[in-house]
């Protein structure tokens, strides 16, 4: 069974860091393309930012390239997405999504597995 469990969220200043994790179990972890996707109150649901765990190839959107850095621990099956000058508009319900492709991708339609999502809250 594929599980997929985010952590890390929490309130913070603008210009602030937090670091999420996604740690995943029950899949071939270096098969698959993990993406965190965000979705803030009111607003679709919308990928940021993925690995290819396989060769380590990224994409970032532009709202978020260089402030935030995905990266995965393949012993660990863990994606991270450290996540540096805050601003109160990153405000959302992150999420991570895994799907079985060594293809980028942020399209939510082409993931299957997700998980339960965690908060984070950036104040001004």
């Known amino acids: 069974e594929v599980q997929l469990v985010e952590s890390g969220g929490g309130l913070v200043q603008a210009g602030g860091s937090l670091r999420l994790s996604c740690a995943t179990s029950?899949?071939?972890?270096?098969?698959?393309?993990i993406t965190w996707f965000r979705q803030a109150s009111g607003k679709e649901r919308e990928g940021i930012s993925c690995?290819?765990?396989?060769?380590?190839?990224?994409y970032y959107i532009d709202s978020v390239k260089g402030r935030f850095t995905i990266s995965s621990d393949n012993a660990k099956n863990t994606v991270y997405l450290q996540m540096n000058n805050l601003r109160p508009d990153d405000t959302a319900i992150y999420y991570c999504?895994?799907?079985?492709?060594?293809?980028?991708?942020?399209?939510?339609?082409?993931?299957?597995?997700w998980g339960q999502g965690t908060q984070v809250t950036v104040s001004s």
């Open positions: 999504a895994v799907r079985r492709s060594t293809m980028l991708s942020t399209s939510e339609n082409d993931y299957n597995f």
């Open positions: 029950g899949f071939t972890f270096d098969n698959y393309a």
């Open positions: 690995i290819t765990v396989s060769d380590g190839s990224t």
